[in-house]
């Protein structure tokens, strides 16, 4: 899990939020199936856009 906060000094309560999460399943020794999801959050977005962007991801990872 990641959490990362940016503030913007010049903006006081102007703020963007981002928090991963990513789950790893073992396939064999050195081969893995990951799947994580990432919610990016904007305390201030632009006219007509969501305050949240969720993103879904699907991966291999291999180790050695």
């Known amino acids: 899990h990641e959490l990362d ?3 913007n ?3 006081p309560g102007d ?3 981002e928090t ?3 789950l790893s399943t073992p396939i064999s020794k050195h081969l893995s199936l990951q799947t994580g999801l990432t ?3 904007l305390s201030r977005p632009l006219a007509g ?3 949240n962007n969720l993103v879904l991801t699907m991966g291999m990872g291999f180790s050695f």
């Open 5 to 7: 906060f940016f503030p």
């Open 9 to 11: 000094f010049s903006s």
């Open 15 to 17: 703020y963007r939020l």
């Open 20 to 22: 991963t999460s990513v």
């Open 39 to 41: 919610d990016r959050y």
């Open 49 to 51: 856009k969501q305050k």
